[in-house]
């Protein structure tokens, strides 16, 4: 067994006893020998045990290491007596304890219960030592400016006493992975920093990942994992381990996950080859247990601590924070993306539709359009025909939302072409729904109105597929709905499918509202629908101009459901014969 005396610094006259096999000597808290001095290197040096020989390694450290006053550049043996410095501290080599404290009966340690990661100390003031795990007395590192702490025992089942890891050094390292996660949001960053800065604290790690909770599935995924050593296998996962650290939301120790009673059913831990793990569950604000971070060894001379774990699980509740933070920020994101887009594919959808209606001697047009949602699947068109004709186009593509409008600006483009190339509406109806067929769209119920308006002859030609019929008013305010015999089925239903056609002539004062489901299905708080015969009553009673009348239509919708929100787009159009 083999000792370092400190013979320069505040802990002057302390011992620590060296681990088997390695002794890290360095600033940062993952090293066995911590010294707390900004000019020590995170891991400076260390000290080596191979076949009872030591050997010191300087770990190319920022300002060197010295055996007997020179700087080493290669591993150099050591011998009983040797000095050793660290910047400004200094220790002694020793293997022979008897020799070195002759009067061991002022120790607080027998001789026979020294081991690797006790320490003891060389003071005979014991008045405020702290207590230890068991309730034993723990030696004191040297008052609170003391710039050594002892090794970690090397087994948690050890009976050697142990010093904690000194708060400020532990908060260091919290405070160190705190500032680093403020400077990511993406959640993918976050979970890098977070194993990276993992595996600069906790050195004998071999493999390490992050499992959260899928938002959809709620089953668990690996979003980030780490593997100290080149390796072409997988990191080891033990789902036995996962689910008992979630479902107790408690963080998890085995220092030899071999002979740990609680894990020997498990034959994926055997088949993983693990020798010591932590395992500390992801808790969200809620304290349900989001995911979980997993630290893993196989080396069994280099088990986790306790205070390994309480580091880990500190860690963890910055951890899980951030991911929480990076997760709203990236819902966040997403929604602003998404809304940005839908109101560019509102802009785009709205330079469809026409911006002005038509103008006509002896008629007038009016026309609403309002989605329930950034854009729609009702669809509305004026098309002037090459011989002076108006046609007016107005459908609805079953659903709401993105995928009924991209096949509403299918259906615009389309119709249009039919309309211009065919002489009638009925045919321009029949090569539509033909086209419609065998496009490779997949059914969606599609209903369409075409009219076409000759302004010479004052009569309007009606093709309906499937759609609602329109409503005629006559002069003397007469209302009826017409065309449902003549009415087809919706395109894409038969793809050889005729279309047939009615034709009406209008006289002064008479008008044509055509219209869209949105109109009769509109719901109020009751559930009841506002129907045909409320759009009958709507229309009787408006004004007598086209605006009017579709002004008075659209408040009475709004009147009728109330608070209730839209549910559906609505589209209406009208013309109306002046003379």
Known sequence: MAFLKVTKGTSAGQLVTLHPERTVLGRHPTSQVVLDDGAVSRHHAEILE????????????RNGTEVNGVKINNRTELREGDSIRVCDHAFQFLTDLDRELPERKNLDVPASDVRPGAATVDESDDSSRPTGPDGSSTP?????????????EASSTGRGLRLNVRPEVKLRAVLEISSALGRVLDLQDVLTVILESLFKIFNQADAGFVLLKDADSSKLRVQASHCSRPTDDEVPISMTVVRQAMEQTQ?????????????????????????SLMCAPLL?????AIGVIQLSTLEVSHPFTSDD????????????????????????VRRRDMERDMSFAAQVQQGFLPSVPPQADGFEFADYYKSAYHVG???????RLPDGRIAIAIGDVAGKGVSAALLMARLHASAR?????????STAMTGLNAEISSSGLGFRLITLVFAVLDPKSKTVCIANAGHLPP?????????????????????????????????????????????????????????????????????????????????????SVADFCGPSPQRDDICVTAVRCLS
């Open 140 to 152: 004191n590192p040297a008052g609170e400016g003391s710039s050594v702490i002892s090794a970690l």
């Open 309 to 332: 774990l309480d580091l880990l699980v500190s860690v963890s509740a910055q951890a899980a924070m951030a991911v929480e933070n990076a997760t709203l920020h990236d819902t966040i």
């Open 417 to 425: 072409y039919h309309l211009i190339s065919s002489p009638k509406p």
């Open 471 to 555: 409503v005629h008013r006559d002069a003397r305010g007469k209302v009826q709905l017409i065309g449902m015999r003549e009415s087809g089925l919706p395109l894409g239903v038969l793809p050889d499918q005729q279309f047939n056609e009615m034709t009406l002539s209008l006289k002064p004062g008479e008008t044509l509202l055509f219209y869209t489901d949105g109109i009769t299905e509109a719901m109020n708080a009751r559930e009841q629908m506002f129907g045909k015969e409320r759009l009958q009553k709507a229309v009787r009673s408006s004004s007598a101009s086209v605006d009017g009348m579709v002004s008075s239509l659209i408040e």
């Open 50 to 61: 191979e076949a009872g020989r030591f050997y010191v390694v300087d770990l190319r450290s």
């Open 377 to 383: 699947g009702d669809y509305f068109d004026y098309v």
């Open 251 to 275: 963080a998890i120790l085995s220092a030899d996950v071999m002979g740990d009673g609680r894990f020997r059913s498990s034959e994926s831990l055997t088949d993983l080859r693990l020798r």
């Open 284 to 288: 969200a604000t809620d304290g349900s």
